[in-house]
């Protein structure tokens, strides 16, 4: 998930927020965000500390973009915190909507995306792994505001 508030979006829209790369993985997380399945998220630290980006906070809100870049949802922070990838646990992760039933579904789900070609070119890392010690942004959302379908 990436939040970049020096982009460019619609004026009068919060800063947005991607959840996964363009494809099959964002659409499938943004229609959970917008059926209520998709309450919470995970993302690393280092991504934040790469991309220069301040961690999310209570109350902050930003805009949901689909895989075309529409806007679909203004969501707002209900709380975070940063800990060790090993004390992640299983309402976090069912609480992320992707139907996990096991903290080691969950756990396996992300190091495929977290040591992805795409991740690993993110960070800049083409080496980039993770580990129990490895910390995480654990947020929680609330969708504030539905958008209306642009088409």
């Known amino acids: 998930m990436t939040d970049d508030p020096d982009q460019h979006r619609a004026p009068g829209l919060p800063p947005k927020v991607e959840f996964a790369f363009p494809g099959p993985l ?6 959970a965000i917008l059926d209520g399945s998709k309450t919470a998220t995970t993302g ?13 906070s ?6 949901v973009v689909d895989s075309d870049d529409r806007p ?4 707002e922070v209900t709380d975070t915190r940063v800990v060790p990838l090993g004390e992640v646990d299983i309402s976090h992760a069912r609480d992320e909507g992707e139907g996990h039933t096991t903290i ?18 993110a960070l800049g890392n083409p ?9 995480v942004v654990l947020e929680r959302f609330r969708v504030a505001i539905r958008l209306p379908d642009p088409s």
Request: charged fraction near 35%; glycine fraction near 6%; charge should be negative.
């Open 127 to 135: 080496h980039f792994t993770v580990h129990e010690a490895t910390r």
């Open 44 to 56: 690393l630290l280092a991504e934040y500390e790469h991309d220069g980006e301040p961690l999310p």
């Open 72 to 75: 679909v949802a203004i969501i």
């Open 104 to 121: 080691e579904r969950w756990r396996a789900d992300h190091e495929e995306f977290w040591h992805s070609g795409e991740m690993r070119e």
């Open 26 to 31: 964002r659409d499938r997380l943004v229609a």
């Open 58 to 63: 209570v109350g902050r809100r930003s805009t």
